[in-house]
């Protein structure tokens, strides 16, 4: 099973550029709570960091890796960012750090409902706020109960002798206010998701 990081980064990465060229003009100040320290999870950040490229009026303002990658680690990270920089309208970065570092904007008054703060993981609280139609506006997820499942079943049909794929890679899904009731819909019934080819290939692509 395959999660392909740096697709994964891009999909977030677009989802910014697209919402600061339509919705902020196509300038924007970004921070950028990164992962760096971890080859793999470093690809998201190459990614996103190409798709903001793309966008001249884009400035990352802050590109630096939390000590630790949880909401505290996030808060204590744009606590020191919002001493040198009053205004931010794009934050990026794993869920659990981009909702700490809301917490740090909320606290200090910089919350607007035109910023775009995006995570990636498809966190219960991520979702919540989306919900609440304020400055959260996306997540990418690789759907964990869908191929969790595929995992099972693929093992299951192999030990009964049938043919299984040699390899399966997750596809990104990015989500927001808009597309959450049907990810929660699939996400609660992965069997059903799994036996209709269609639904199956949104989220996963079966190889050999």
Do not use: C
């Not at 099973?1 to 891009?10: M, R, S």
């Not at 869920?95 to 775009?116: C, H, I, S, W």
Request: proline share 4%; net charge neutral; no cysteine.
């Amino acid at each position: 099973l395959n999660a392909p990081q740096l697709a994964t980064g891009q999909v977030l990465g677009d989802a910014a550029a697209t919402y600061i060229r339509s919705r902020l003009g196509g300038d924007a100040r970004v921070v950028l709570l990164t992962h760096d320290t971890n080859q793999f999870l470093a690809r998201r950040f190459v990614a996103i960091r190409a798709s903001l490229k793309g966008v001249p009026g884009a400035r990352i303002i802050a590109d630096i890796s939390p000590r630790t990658v949880d909401k505290q680690g996030g808060y204590a990270t744009m606590k020191t960012v919002l001493l040198a920089h009053s205004r931010i309208d794009v934050v990026l970065g794993a869920d659990t750090v981009v909702l700490g570092a809301l917490a740090a904007l909320r606290e200090a008054g910089n919350v607007r409902n035109d910023q775009f703060l995006g995570g990636i993981d498809g966190e219960p609280e991520a979702l919540a706020e989306m919900r609440k139609g304020g400055p959260y506006k996306a997540s990418v997820s690789l759907a964990s109960p869908i191929f969790g499942y595929a995992l099972g079943q693929n093992a299951a049909d192999w030990l009964d002798g049938r043919s299984v794929p040699q390899g399966l890679e997750i596809q990104p899904t990015l989500l927001s206010a808009d597309s959450l009731a049907q990810f929660e819909r699939d996400t609660a019934d992965p069997a059903e998701v799994f036996r209709d080819a269609k639904s199956r290939d949104v989220y996963l692509k079966s190889y050999g």
